[in-house]
């Protein structure tokens, strides 16, 4: 019983984490796995030396000496056994909660990294660049989006070892680096790694450096085991010789001297990431200027991004007084390679898995010293919380740093990982093109809500509207959103009309109440409660979904926020439609904001625009389960210009500049070859669906989509 709530566990466990994407996850899972075989393996061969008795007369009066005859027992060690059983299987499960903390850390670490990168240079928002240099007094105060903004202070790396981890130097050290990184420094001769900014994520980039980390320190090699055997027999040897208060006070002072040995190491490791950091102006106005524009939500707009100060100065930028206008470049490093710093990466990362080795061993002693010797004395429980107190300090607040620091400095300078940055790069190109899907969506969603305002007018069924748009779509003798109530020419209407037949003439009734819909109306009539139900259901489904699509509705939002104030205009959102080719975006966008503006406030703010987004990506409702297919086939036809029902990799780069996503032909062809596993010239319909599907789709549709596409 106990193996199948294990196993049913486990199986649980790998569905979420594969249910949000999380690979990470799951390789930690196949570690601790293979880490309790080997745990499982060890206690089998201890149980087979004590029951062979071999250890009778060679360990054990060499070890215990005169005590054995106090002891009053034949062979000590077949009879601590059972205590060297425990011991191993509570250390595999001090393991792994210990993995499950790491996760949660990762996640954490994750999700700071994903808040720098997507952190915009100016704006009101509390957590812009700008706002968090006011709140140092580095920047003055401005209340208007234009006023001028003066200085203050100056900015320095150099803080007081208590704000060593302060946000706004994490943040700035973080940007410096990763504008090095991505965009080079000419001051400093360093060039960049990526030929072009836009299709790459530096948090992706350190994502999966991380994980492979956390991997290696979840996993327990040979070198960590003999590295501890060597220093940590002698310990436990002395410890035999300890009454019960010592060997609690040796607990205590074991576990402090475990937290220090981790501040000591994430000190060194900052001074090294310090060293190898940029050096930045000291007025905090021209650090503002050299990040402007240099965001991943600001990355992803439509706009060219150009090199010239004024260009980067449009992003939001206030008057900036006297500040002198010239373009901005990042010093060079102290640092010049990593002979200066103050240990190898390597023995970095060996000494990081050795001190979460010995964590783990000594939580394991702390649970076996409480089964083993009751509490007498109120010192003794004082000693034991405090041993305990330690190790939360040590998992959630020097093992994050570690993690942080210690990815940063094996990822950049001469140990950058060049095969992870051209795998980021492919899967920030399918990013771009994600982007323009769930615009494409959005717009979907639009016309959905349009159409369900026509069949509650005109009192005509859903499933009279279906039926009709099945027969357009078997025919194929008009647009594929044809009932999606765009502004059809006459003759498409008619011979949509003309291909129903006589035997379908309600469908005829639906195609010219479509045309004059279209014609007398732009306005939706909902009421307030529906709007407010409609708003409410798609929050919910946001929630419900995993973390990697709520962080990508969230990059779509701020990429359109373009005043940095939480609020996003209905001109640039039609200005990014209409830059796709959808006709009419203007109208189409205030319908969007009319069908979830809840408060009446004619604003689309992020709460209406996360419901907005969930809905148009996973409606969650049996009559839209194809709703997805509608939405790529209109894609589909905006980009086949020609009408030739395929489209070359010539008709998707065409399409993709003029919205300035800058993917080239190579960089289309290589997101089909990764999608089939050949050279694709040209794709179909189906084709296109499939491979749009595959890029567009939340993963928890996949399957679904999969199967969908056959028929």
């Not at 499982?40 to 008795?53: E, P, R």
């Not at 070198?223 to 940590?232: A, N, P, R």
């Not at 650090?287 to 992003?315: H, P, R, W």
Request: with cysteine.
């Amino acid at each position: 019983m106990l193996n199948a709530c294990f196993e049913s566990i486990e199986h649980w466990v790998r569905h979420s984490l594969g249910h949000a994407g999380d690979h990470v996850g799951l390789k930690i899972m196949d570690v601790l796995f293979k880490e309790f075989s080997g745990l499982g393996f060890i206690g089998m061969f201890l149980f087979l030396m004590t029951q062979s008795h071999v250890t009778e007369d060679i360990l054990g009066k060499k070890v215990f000496g005169d005590s054995l005859n106090e002891m009053e027992a034949g062979d000590p060690i077949a009879e601590s056994f059972e205590t060297v059983h425990m011991m191993i299987f509570l250390l595999m499960a001090v393991l792994l909660f210990q993995a499950m903390a790491l996760l949660r850390v990762t996640k954490t670490v994750i999700e700071t990294w994903g808040r720098y990168e997507r952190a915009r240079a100016w704006g009101l928002r509390q957590d812009s660049l700008e706002s968090l240099f006011c709140n140092l007094a580095l920047v003055g105060n401005r209340v208007e989006p234009h006023e001028t903004a003066a200085p203050q202070d100056t900015f320095t790396y150099d803080v007081s070892f208590l704000r060593w981890m302060d946000t706004l130097h994490s943040l700035v050290m973080w940007r410096a680096i990763r504008h090095q990184f991505i965009f080079g420094s000419a001051r400093g001769k360093s060039r960049s790694h990526i030929s072009c900014p836009r299709q790459f994520s530096f948090e992706a980039y350190l994502r999966e450096r991380l994980g492979h980390i956390v991997v290696c320190v979840v996993e327990v090699d040979m070198w960590i085991w003999l590295t501890s055997l060597v220093l940590l027999t002698p310990v436990l040897y002395g410890c035999i010789h300890l009454d019960l208060f010592a060997v609690g006070e040796f607990l205590c002072m074991s576990a402090y001297f475990l937290l220090m040995a981790g501040v000591v190491v994430g000190y060194l490791l900052e001074h090294d990431t310090l060293s190898l950091t940029p050096t930045l102006p000291e007025d905090a106005r021209k650090i503002l200027i050299l990040f402007s524009g240099t965001s991943t939500n600001m990355l992803m707009k439509q706009y060219d991004v150009s090199s010239t100060v004024n260009a980067e100065l449009k992003f939001g930028a206030p008057g900036l007084c006297n500040v002198e206008m010239e373009k901005v470049e990042l010093g060079p490093s102290p640092a010049a390679n990593f002979q200066r710093a103050s240990l190898s990466t390597e023995w970095y990362a060996f000494i990081f898995e050795l001190l979460a080795f010995w964590q783990a061993i000594q939580v394991t002693c702390l649970v076996l010293f409480y089964l083993s010797v009751p509490f007498t004395d109120p010192k003794e429980i004082v000693l034991y919380a405090m041993a305990w107190a330690e190790w939360p300090l040590m998992l959630f607040g020097v093992m994050p740093v570690l993690l942080e620091r210690l990815t940063i400095r094996s990822s950049i300078g001469d140990e950058t990982d060049n095969a992870i940055v051209r795998q980021v790069s492919l899967e920030t190109k399918s990013g771009l093109l994600r982007f323009h899907i769930r615009l494409a969506q959005l717009m979907g969603y639009e016309k959905r809500v349009k159409r369900l305002q026509f069949t509650q007018q005109n009192n005509v069924s859903a499933s009279t509207m279906k039926r009709a748009h099945a027969i357009i779509r078997a025919k194929r003798m008009v647009r594929k959103d044809t009932l999606s109530l765009d502004a059809e020419e006459p003759a498409m209407t008619k011979q949509s009309s003309l291909v129903a037949k006589p035997k379908t003439k309600k469908f005829q009734s639906v195609v010219r109440k479509v045309q004059l819909f279209n014609r007398m109306t732009h306005e939706a009539l909902w009421s307030k409660k529906w709007i407010r139900e409609t708003w409410q259901r798609g929050l919910r489904l946001f929630r419900a979904l995993p973390y990697s699509e709520q962080h990508e509705i969230e990059q779509i939002f701020g990429s359109l926020d373009i005043n940095n104030n939480e609020e996003i205009m209905l001109g640039d959102l039609a200005a990014h439609w209409k830059a796709m080719g959808f006709p009419n975006s203007e109208d189409a966008a205030q319908a969007l904001l009319d069908s979830i503006d809840h408060d009446g406030s004619k604003q689309l703010t992020w709460s209406k625009f996360q419901a907005v987004a969930a809905l148009a990506i996973a409606p969650g409702d049996g009559t839209d389960s194809e709703s997805w297919q509608d939405d790529y086939m209109m894609l589909f036809n905006i980009i086949d210009q020609k009408r030739t029902g395929r489209l070359t990799v010539f008709d998707i780069t065409t399409w993709l500049e003029d919205m300035r996503s800058g993917m080239s032909e190579m960089d289309v062809a290589s997101l089909l070859y990764q999608h089939f596993g050949q050279a694709k010239p040209y794709v179909d319909q189906r084709e296109f669906l499939d491979w749009i599907a595959s890029i567009g789709l939340p993963h928890h549709m996949k399957s679904h989509s999969h199967s969908t596409s056959q028929h």
